[in-house]
């Protein structure tokens, strides 16, 4: 498996219908490694990768998305290296806002388009969902990148049931982590109370 994934490596440098196929193919092959390990020249071309979520070529764009979100469930190790040293949340989240919301129409063509910027769309959210199920650190990249806008915009966008079920999937993982941050700050604060109330029964106690 890892001779073919490195096979499909070098096709990232060839025609655009070459990298389509490249990518589409590491989706279902990075799935089936035997061990979360990525093979070195893989692990080389991320930043490539990272950085063709924002082609021209809705296909590539779509497929780096979804190759990018298989390689995320591998390993903490891995998510870490592309959420904190790679940066792929800001990158992921700016190539959203150059696909241009769906145009309406009767044509075919017309038709066409609004599907193709859907499943962009789509596998962006996705991505975005791996990224945040990685716990708070990848909660914060999305919402530090003002990821939340973006995903809001694009439902409007993209009125169709299953891109807003998607959306609500990605907008539940960053809601938690919002509750669970709350959550904190309310302990904090309880505990300040009672440190507060305790200073005040000492000053209580010494003026008696």
């Not at 490596?9 to 490249?22: I, P, Y």
């Not at 296909?59 to 998510?79: F, H, P, R, Y």
């Not at 199920?133 to 939340?148: K, S, T």
């Amino acid at each position: 498996m890892q001779t073919f994934i490195c096979e499909q490596v070098k096709l990232l440098e060839g025609s655009d219908e070459d990298v389509m196929r490249a990518l589409a193919a590491l989706v279902v092959s990075v799935a089936q490694l035997p061990e979360p390990q990525l093979p070195q020249k893989l692990s080389e071309q991320l930043p490539q990768i990272i950085g063709m979520l924002g082609h021209a070529n809705g296909s590539i764009q779509k497929n780096a998305a979804a190759a990018l979100t298989s390689v995320l469930g591998l390993s903490e190790d891995i998510w870490r290296m592309l959420i904190t040293e790679l940066g792929m949340v800001p990158q992921a989240i700016a190539s959203n806002s150059n696909t241009p919301p769906p145009q309406t129409g009767p044509t075919l063509k017309t038709l066409s388009a609004a599907d193709q910027d859907a499943s962009v769309f789509a596998n962006i959210i996705n991505l975005m969902t791996a990224s945040a199920q990685g716990g708070e650190e990848g909660a914060r990249a999305v919402l530090a990148a003002g990821g939340i806008q973006p995903i809001l915009d694009g439902c409007i966008a993209h009125n169709m049931n299953l891109i807003r079920e998607t959306a609500a999937d990605t907008l539940c993982q960053y809601l938690l982590y919002l509750l669970h941050l709350l959550y904190l700050l309310y302990l904090q604060y309880l505990l300040y109370r009672l440190h507060l109330l305790y200073l005040l029964n000492l000053l209580h106690l010494q003026n008696l």
